[in-house]
């Protein structure tokens, strides 16, 4: 509390989008229905992979660390995939605020596109704007009453359903579906709900600009990647002011009618004309709006659009504008486009390139080698042999690196021999212990490099692994 006994905090002031039409908002609605069609339908899309992988297109498999996505099977070892979808996620992030602001924060961002969804739910029982403002001032009603627990328990039941449809990604989403009915999904999954069901209800109903405002970092980082030559939402004061009522017939005033419309339908409630905000999300409702007026008091339209710092001061100068395609194809642009392509490219012709197989060598060390009474010595190897196909798989494993060195399979008690058959099940990784016999003349010194190579016997694809074969150093200084 301060001196004056006032709160150190203004108070929230709540905002009442109201409803309009035009090309960006049909545009917010495609997208909104894309981002929330894919999100909510993708866990039940199939994919035939075989008998012994998982049919659902679309799997983060944690119990058996696996990531499926379509054709693709991502293994733990191979993260650095994620990490590259990670990377270019956030160069393009950079790229499209660099060229069009905050586009993905004004239609594709969750945040957005679940406040919008919350928002027609709103508008749907409580009215539009004018009605809500009269609702939140009523005195509580049977109607008022009933139409505020309408509104929440569909709000409700859309945080239900959002956090449902993320545990879906993590299992067989039929299976779990069932289970969860039934109670006997695991409670982790119950939880996961909980907690999904709290945030998006908190966040998209009761917080909606908030979040944007206090808790988002973009806002504040996004400064860095705007410059002269970036597409914001722009008011032309320069056309607008000064303002004044459509009857007025002062020849002096500018096109802006001070009609407030662009302020109404603003889901974060700022005036853009006071000019570029950190609240501004860049949704382009407020064109919608502005053009509807100017279109009926047939004035020329955009005096709010989509333009850059550089092209508002041309045009309040009358100067020649320079064409769209190249302020978009900037130097900055296509460094950001070059280096996100670039990432993309790599990790396609590495994904293309990927052996469907592997083999990890641990070298026992309890006995390090055993010398045996013919005077070879020989040393014990832990071998895992990863599948990464749908079917069982057969490889022919043999060393090379140390002449004369011979393996064997102790468990099945197999001759030594200079290659080895070892049955590999399907999408996963099967290990064996495996004896390396050499004999002692071949040795050079106390620890010499070999190399177990991987082949596999339908003849596509092979794996190597170098490690170390240890022989005591009193055979070697008897050679």
Request: hydrophobic share 40%; charged share 20%; net charge neutral.
């Amino acid at each position: 509390m301060g001196d004056n006994g006032g709160s150190l905090y203004k108070k929230r002031e709540k905002v009442h989008p109201k409803k309009v039409d035009g090309p960006f908002r049909r545009f917010k609605w495609a997208v909104l229905f894309l981002t929330l069609g894919i999100y909510y339908i993708t866990p039940w899309l199939r994919w035939d992979r075989g008998e012994f992988s998982p049919d659902q297109a679309v799997l983060v498999d944690l119990a058996h660390r696996r990531f499926y996505f379509g054709p693709i099977e991502i293994w733990p070892q191979e993260f650095y995939y994620v990490a590259g979808l990670l990377i270019m996620a956030g160069l393009g992030l950079f790229l499209v605020t660099t060229s069009v602001g905050r586009a993905w924060c004004g239609y594709a961002c969750p945040q957005t596109v679940w406040t919008d969804l919350f928002m027609v739910v709103e508008r749907w029982i409580e009215g539009d704007r004018n009605e809500r403002i009269r609702l939140d001032k009523a005195p509580m009603s049977a109607g008022k009453f009933a139409k505020r627990t309408s509104k929440h328990a569909v709000w409700l039941l859309i945080a239900v359903l959002t956090g449902g449809a993320w545990v879906f990604y993590f299992t067989d989403a039929p299976t779990l579906l069932r289970e969860l009915f039934t109670g006997q999904a695991p409670f982790v999954a119950y939880a996961t709900i909980g907690v999904l069901t709290f945030t998006t209800y908190s966040l998209a109903g009761l917080m909606r600009e908030q979040v944007c405002t206090y808790m988002c970092p973009w806002p504040r980082i996004q400064s860095a990647m705007l410059d002269e030559d970036s597409f914001i939402v722009t008011y032309k004061d320069w056309r607008g002011e000064p303002r004044g009522s459509a009857k007025s017939k002062d020849a002096g005033l500018g096109d802006c009618v001070d009609c407030m419309a662009c302020v109404n339908v603003c889901p974060t409630g700022i005036d853009i004309r006071n000019g570029p905000q950190l609240e501004c999300i860049t949704c382009a409702l407020c064109i919608d709006a502005c053009n509807d007026v100017m279109d009926k008091l047939g004035r020329p339209l955009d005096l709010i659009g989509y333009s850059t710092l550089n092209r508002d001061k041309a045009e309040a100068k009358g100067e020649a504008l320079q064409p769209i395609w190249k302020t978009l194809l900037r130097p900055r642009v296509l460094i950001y486009f070059a280096v996100w392509s670039a990432i993309g490219i790599a990790m396609l012709v590495v994904l293309a390139g990927r052996s469907r197989m592997d083999i990890h060598v641990a070298q026992e060390r309890n006995p390090v080698y055993v010398q045996l009474s013919d005077g070879d010595i020989r040393n014990s190897y832990t071998v895992k042999l990863l599948n990464k196909e749908a079917r069982p798989r057969q490889f022919e494993v043999s060393v090379s690196g140390l002449q004369g060195a011979r393996l064997s399979d102790p468990v099945t008690g197999s001759e030594p021999a200079a290659t080895v058959r070892l049955d590999v099940r399907p999408d996963g990784v099967d290990t064996y212990r495996l004896q390396v016999r050499a004999p002692v003349a071949s040795l050079h010194a106390e620890q010499t490099d070999i190399r177990f190579n991987a082949h596999a016997v339908d003849g596509e694809g092979d794996a190597m692994e170098t490690t170390r074969f240890s022989a005591p150093a009193s055979a070697v200084a008897a050679q």
